[in-house]
T-cell receptor
């Protein structure tokens, strides 16, 4: 169990385009989802924490208006990169957990990631 | 917030030898410490985790140790095989509820 599906796996588009990435928990209800960005040969950097039914919490330095997050249901969170530019090119990975309101030691399960290339 | 440091950044071992990767964390409230293996272009996969009420955990060739007093934890891989070659990340979950990742270790197992 605990499968996280992320779509699309690869996107190539022109500068100025908005791109939506979906993250779904297939066999469990994910009250919390996390969005990470990973540059080549670097670690995973948390961009935002998404809680179902409430506004996402963004990490310092991450533009809310640039990276729109919607967590409308217990199984789906979306990340929209608005007006993408070449510097937004990266590997974006979501993860899901059952954590909500307390510190917990539940595992965090990752999607396959989306490789975004902006020309 | 939480700060996780990981060493070494690269590690090469001969097939059959052991590999050890070490991490330290800063938040004394951290209570969950997973290790992930990431192959090139793929998602991180959880290989083992340990909770703060346990000092050591083993799963076949993989073991993790935790020293809460010193705030460090380590991954041990014995009898390494070429398919163990990948990037390994440690992580810690503290009072902020999210995972903070180490910088990663590129492990290369030489045949």
């Amino acid at each position: 169990g605990a499968v996280v599906s992320q779509h699309p796996s690869w996107v190539i588009c022109k500068s100025g385009t908005s791109v939506k990435i979906e993250c779904r928990s297939l066999d469990f209800q994910a009250t919390t989802m996390f969005w990470y960005r990973q540059f080549p040969k670097q670690s995973l950097m948390l961009m935002a924490t998404s809680n179902e039914g409430s506004k996402a919490t963004y990490e310092q330095g991450v533009e809310k208006d640039k990276f729109l997050i919607n967590h409308a249901s217990l199984t789906l969170s979306t990340l929209t990169v608005t007006s993408a530019h070449p510097e937004d090119s990266s590997f974006y990975i979501c993860s899901a957990s059952k954590i909500r309101d307390r510190v917990s030691n539940q595992p965090q399960h990752f999607g396959d990631g989306t490789r975004l290339s902006i020309l | 917030g939480e700060n996780v440091e990981q060493h070494p950044s690269t590690l090469s071992v001969q097939e059959g030898d052991s590999a050890v990767i070490k991490c330290t964390y800063s938040d004394s409230a951290s209570n969950y410490f997973p290790w992930y293996k990431q192959e090139l272009g793929k998602r991180p996969q959880l290989i083992i985790d340990i909770r703060s009420n346990v000092g050591e955990k083993k799963d076949q060739r993989i073991a993790v140790t935790l020293n809460k007093t010193a705030k460090h934890f380590s991954l041990h891989i014995t009898e390494t095989q070429p398919e163990d070659s990948a990037v390994y990340f440690c992580a810690a979950r503290g009072s902020a509820r999210q995972l903070t990742f180490g910088s990663g270790t590129q492990l290369t197992v030489l045949p």
